[in-house]
Nanobody, 124 residues
């Protein structure tokens, strides 16, 4: 089992920044690729970004490329999501998730463990 706890959400004005954290406990953190997904009201959960177990490979949705950065610190069992130039359409609950391997990192159903989510609200 892997337990994931997100933090760092909040309310920010358009153009602002937030940094989300996801702390993992349980099985070996370095075994897992980590992803961030988001879900806005009335919409399906969607892929935002992912990172391989070593951090060598990263993946981004087109909608966040150049604005969001994923990173991980395996010594702290934590993955981060730095969000800059935020837009109102980034408003959603953000979830971190863990999976073995990087195949299918874009797909919700490929992930084995999920956090409870943290709300991000961007006002115009």
């Amino acid at each position: 089992q892997v337990q994931l706890v997100e933090s760092g959400g909040g309310m920010v004005q358009a153009g602002g920044s937030l940094r989300l954290s996801c702390a993992a406990s349980g099985r070996t953190f370095t075994s897992y690729a980590m992803g961030w997904f988001r879900q806005a009201p009335g919409k399906e959960r969607e892929f935002v970004t992912a990172i391989s177990w070593s951090g060598a490979s990263t993946y981004y949705a087109d909608s966040v490329k150049g604005r969001f950065t994923i990173s991980r610190d395996n010594t702290k069992n934590t993955v981060y999501l730095e969000m800059n130039s935020l837009k109102p359409e980034d408003t959603a609950v953000y979830y971190c998730a863990a999976k073995l391997g990087v195949r299918g990192v874009h797909f919700v159903n490929e992930y084995d463990y999920w956090g409870q989510g943290t709300q991000v609200t961007v006002s115009s």
